[in-house]
């Protein structure tokens, strides 16, 4: 099992622990996670901890991975700078 | 699933949740909140974070003063952090026509209270130091208004509710409202149904169609409105940026984020699309990099999209439906429904179980469109 110290989502510094305290909570969907953690929500928008969490989730809930429901992907696909989406440089 | 209610409130996020929490404070029992997704997975979970008591109509400003009494209290009242940050608003005017409205709005702000006041462009850039000045004729700074966690707010409204009895279902529909003689019967859900004869409809985005199923017409529509956030970057400056004229809104919160958004009531869809466009995060990066020229070495991390739910004056409407006995409505929020939830829930709770309310809101029935006693906001984004 996990430990409560280790963290899930570096960009915003989660831990599990926050995590398993959310699943006792009732919060149990991938979208309540995230909005209640933070968890995938930082730079990297959870491009490093999504399949981290989703499996540790999963196993929580002792659910097969595929029954449990991926948070919305949102664009952009990479951070882009302000300044090449206004047209202004060249990034 | 329970099969009867005293009061069923649709719509789970901080309309409902507020509503919900303000009635079992006061006692009320046997109170339900039906929520087709999850908790602040609609508008109160996508909004601009924002709260700000800078309006244009005195009903707007006496209910936004309240709401940031409360908002100043809440963390400790619901004990959940919300994150509160009184970092103020400064809104810039770009016409004389705005000097103008401006100069009549802090007036009013100030005859109720609320600490704003008129600033000339030097005074704006000594608040926001990386601030362009180009075409700024001068603005309004209130340095109590600011922003807290829509998200934890939400969450912190429905467990406070739910430590005080309410009942919190999630994944539940509302298929049907049963009706009977100008009377409520029962709610019918896709995961049962629900005798009742009181119901909220706080269903934001949605609250058109859930006034359909009670067979009452409600005069409002959705529309979308889109943000973007950046990285997380060292603190540059800490209002909100905001103009009527030149349409924008952004700020930097305090996990170092910039958050901004826009209104397009032309060419933005209506009804529930609430997919993110290409087209908004250009214009909105042009917006930000004009007048704060540093951003533009900032990255995007992420967009997304979510509703307003707009009523003809751009004023929420609230109160009992005069057709039908029970149905209280607290919609029509365009898009302050997040900030102004903390009082317009105190209030509907009092006017459900008390019949009158501590600030008077008759004004804001849905009769006032029959009547042509429209309240015109002119300060909306």
């Known amino acids: 099992m996990m430990k409560d110290e280790t963290i899930i989502c570096r960009c915003e510094d989660v831990t599990w622990g926050e995590i398993r305290k959310a699943l006792e909570k009732g919060y149990t969907s991938l979208n309540e996670i995230k909005r209640i953690t933070r968890a995938g929500m930082g730079r990297c928008q959870g491009r490093t901890c999504r399949r981290i969490l989703l499996r540790e989730v999963a196993r929580y809930q002792k659910k097969k991975i595929e029954e449990i429901e991926l948070t919305t992907f949102r664009p952009p696909t990479k951070p882009i700078k302000l300044g090449t989406l206004a047209g202004d440089n060249d990034d | 699933m329970i099969k009867k209610a005293d009061i069923v409130i649709i719509g789970g996020g901080i309309q409902g949740c507020s509503i919900a929490y303000n009635l079992a404070k006061k006692g009320a029992k046997n109170i339900v909140i039906l929520e087709k997704n999850t908790c602040a997975s609609g508008s109160s979970g996508r909004c601009g974070a924002g709260i700000r008591q800078q309006f244009g109509t005195k009903m707007n400003c006496i209910l936004a003063l309240e709401s940031m009494k409360t908002f100043e209290t809440l963390t400790e009242e619901l004990d959940y952090d919300i994150e509160l940050n009184q970092a103020g608003y400064l809104l810039l005017a770009y016409t004389e026509k705005e000097m103008s409205q401006f100069k009549k709005n802090v007036e009013l702000e100030q005859s109720l209270g609320i600490d704003a006041k008129m600033v000339t462009p030097k005074e704006a850039k000594k608040i926001v130091l990386p601030l362009n000045l180009e075409g700024i004729l001068g603005g309004t700074f209130c ?72 067979g009452v017409d409600i005069p409002v529509y959705s529309q979308r409105h889109q943000i973007l956030i950046t990285e997380h970057i060292d603190p540059m400056w800490k209002p909100m940026l905001m103009s009527f004229s030149e349409n924008y809104y952004f700020q930097q919160l305090p996990d170092g984020g910039i958050l901004g958004g826009y209104g397009d009531p032309e060419n933005e869809v209506k009804g529930g699309n609430i997919d993110s466009t290409w087209q908004f995060a250009r214009t909105m990066a042009k917006k930000m990099v004009k007048l704060v020229p540093i951003l533009k070495d900032v990255r995007m991390v992420r967009q997304w999209a979510g509703l307003y739910n707009m009523s003809p004056d751009a004023q ?38 008390d019949r009158e309310t501590s600030i008077p809101i008759d004004k804001l029935d849905i009769g006032r469109f029959e009547r042509g006693e429209l309240i015109h906001e002119p300060s909306v984004v």
């Open chain 2, 143 to 214: 340095p109590t208004d600011g922003n807290v966690n829509p998200l934890y707010t939400t969450f912190a409204y429905a467990e406070a509710a739910q430590r005080l009895g309410v009942k919190y279902y999630s994944f539940t529909e509302v298929t049907e409202i049963e009706t009977k003689n100008g009377r409520i019967l029962s709610v019918a859900t896709d995961k049962g149904k629900i005798l009742t004869s009181t119901v909220v409809n706080a269903a934001g985005g949605y609250s058109g169609p859930v006034g359909k199923m009670a």
């Open chain 2, 316 to 353: 929420p409407i609230l109160g009992e439906h005069p057709k039908l006995k029970g149905f209280y409505l607290s919609v029509g929020f365009s898009g302050h429904g997040f900030m102004l939830a903390p009082v317009t829930g105190k209030l509907i709770a009092e006017l459900i179980l």
